[in-house]
């Protein structure tokens, strides 16, 4: 797993056997695993995500019924004072929002990977009691004496049962930080920050919490068995959230790569791993703003072949980047880059008119295109224009899309979290997802 | 000034700021409910903890709400009457507000 800021990176080298704890930190133990709820973390995400939108209500309110009617109704320098008094009141609601969507994805994935994990473990258990072997209350395996259970299922046994509380533990680990930084964010009175950064960091760690609950470093043999005995909401969880980290197990089934990979002309694989790798990878960023050709970059490094005209050259209603001089000064001004490489408006409409199609938010799947299209007056483009693209990298199981972008730079950045501020900030959105198809 | 204006201004606020309270607690109640539903989880304490800042971030900020909703009413009944007495009495809550 390559993460340029991975939060966990250094806890997916280690695996100790399970009485030698990694971290310096107390392990989540074989009853607690057993007997976790983890539908509870859910449920409290639930409230918190709903004390969001109370805050972000909370800000519109006061920007129309408190900083308007002031600013139209007293026009003095008091007046205007107090105009401003409201507005930092409604930014403070804001930033509140922007810290909770935080605490929201950290629960959800906490949700989100533990209830698998707990599952894999009383599968596990039940796979070692199936042979005749019998789990203490620590969970270690043992065969009695005489078993005639072949050893390969002991290993096998013990093997998911440790790696379902070697993942448990690293989660604990990675949540308790994530929450500590969270409660610690409650000082913090800059609305951006909390969003961009506060937030940032936890929409990310939701995505890398359910990549933990991989069984990241097993044999291919245990990875098989782990597979097959999730149960299928599980693995469809799984495809959609942590595609990349999925595909690179040893022992997952061909069947399931392929499926992962797409048949839309390009690799969707690649596609998710390239946004990923190169999130914070500014060489390619030659404009004001890189968004589409970001989009491009990663679609034309899965695969997707660039549109030419006849004479395998670069045209108007094409989507290529001609030859690369490295000069940016030079490359962003000597018309090499058709307008659907560079510019969210026309890729959408390019994708759209050469085979792609529109999916719902909902069906949305890693690799396909989000843009955010000017749904009321007030934004940064006309009504009507898409003014932003990204590339979707994961779609956690709260139904959240994640998405990795440039200009700023993003990294599994999520929707939930971030629309209701965009939306107070820029006006009404209508998000897009597209699915680009090869048809030329 | 319009004082009529004005007032309902911070008449909003204050109704904003009643609601709010009363819907904060209830929400905040169930990470509780999570956190001793998994004990022996270091996310439980420190969702607990998270819980605990949050609610007191959020009571301060809505108490700030009906206190500046009650600036703009009182001011603006002052305003009616002696518009620069109610201007001043406005500033100085403004010098103190915490937002």
Redesign the interface.
């Known amino acids: 797993m390559i993460r340029p800021a991975g939060l966990l990176a250094a806890c997916c080298q280690a695996r100790n056997p399970w009485w030698q704890p990694a971290y310096g930190?107390?392990m989540?133990?074989f009853?607690?695993l057993l007997a976790?709820?983890?539908d509870?973390?859910g449920?409290?995400a639930?409230?918190?995500a709903?004390?969001a939108r109370?805050?972000e209500d909370?800000a519109n309110?006061?920007f129309e019924?408190?900083s308007a009617?002031?600013a139209?109704?007293?026009?003095?320098q008091?007046?205007a004072?107090?105009g401003a008094?409201?507005d930092?009141?409604a930014n403070?609601?804001l930033t509140?929002a922007g810290?909770?969507h935080g605490?929201v994805s950290?629960?959800y994935g906490?949700d989100d990977s533990i209830g698998p994990i707990r599952r894999s473990l009383e599968s596990a258990v039940d796979y070692a009691r199936r042979n005749g072997f019998t789990v203490d209350a620590d969970g270690r395996v043992t065969a009695p004496a005489g078993s005639t259970a072949p050893p390969e299922a002991l290993r096998e046994a013990d093997a998911l049962i440790r790696e379902a509380l070697d993942s448990a533990t690293r989660i604990?680990?990675e949540?308790?930080t994530q929450?500590?930084e969270?409660?610690a964010a409650?000082f913090n009175a800059d609305r951006d920050w909390a969003v961009d950064h506060v937030q940032g960091n936890a929409s990310r760690a939701q995505v890398e919490l359910l990549a933990e609950a991989l069984p990241t470093g097993q044999d291919p043999a245990t990875v098989a068995a782990w597979w097959n005995a999730l149960p299928p909401q599980d693995r469809a969880a799984f495809e959609r959230a942590v595609p990349v980290e999925l595909y690179d197990l040893p022992g997952l089934p061909e069947d399931v790569k392929r499926r992962l990979e797409g048949d839309d002309g390009y690799n969707r694989i690649e596609a998710v791993r390239w946004a990923q790798q190169n999130a914070f990878n500014r060489d390619i960023d030659i404009f004001d703003n890189n968004c589409a050709n970001f989009v491009s970059y990663a679609l034309s490094n899965a695969g997707l072949a660039p549109k030419l005209d006849d004479f395998g050259g670069a045209y108007q209603d094409g989507w290529s980047q001609g030859a690369q001089t490295g000069w940016d000064w030079l490359d962003a001004r000597d018309y090499t880059h058709t307008p659907a490489w560079t510019v969210s408006d026309r890729q959408r409409d390019f994708f759209l008119d050469n085979g792609g199609s529109e999916i719902p938010l909902s069906g949305a799947q890693p690799g396909d295109v989000i843009y955010w299209e000017q749904a009321a007056p007030g934004g940064p483009i006309a009504e009507g224009g898409v003014h932003h693209a990204a590339v979707v990298t994961s779609v956690t199981p709260d139904g959240d899309v994640h998405y990795t972008q440039h200009t700023a730079s993003r990294l599994d950045a999520s929707l939930d979290g971030r629309l209701p501020t965009n939306e107070v900030v820029e006006g009404d959105q209508r998000v897009v997802i597209v699915r680009p198809r090869q048809s030329w | 000034?319009?004082p009529e204006?004005?007032a309902?201004?911070g008449d909003?606020?204050r109704t904003?700021a009643d609601e709010?309270k009363q819907?904060?607690a209830s929400?905040?109640?169930?990470?509780d409910?999570?956190a001793q539903?998994?004990?022996?989880?270091?996310?439980a304490?420190?969702?607990s903890?998270?819980r605990t800042?949050?609610e007191?971030?959020?009571r301060e900020?809505v108490d700030?709400?009906a206190t500046?909703g009650e600036?703009?009413t009182v001011s603006a009944g002052d305003a009616a009457n002696a518009d620069a007495e109610g201007?001043d009495r406005?500033?100085t809550v403004?010098d103190t507000?915490g937002?």
């Not at chain 1, 139209?72 to 003095?76: L, M, Y």
């Not at chain 2, 539903?37 to 996310?43: D, T, V, Y």
Request: net charge neutral; with cysteine.
């Open positions: 930190a107390v989540v133990s009853e607690n976790a709820r983890p509870e973390w449920r409290a639930d409230t918190w709903a004390l109370e805050s909370a309110g006061i019924r408190g009617k002031v139209e109704n007293w026009t003095d008091v007046g004072e107090a008094k409201l930092a009141l403070s609601y509140a810290t909770m605490v950290i629960l906490l604990d680990v949540a308790r929450l500590d969270l409660a409650v | 000034m319009r204006q004005v309902t201004a909003d606020l904003l709010a819907k904060l929400l905040f109640h169930l990470s409910v999570a539903a998994n004990p022996g989880w270091l996310a304490a420190s969702l903890n998270c800042v949050w007191q971030r959020m900020t700030s709400t500046l600036a703009l201007a406005l500033t403004l507000f937002t």
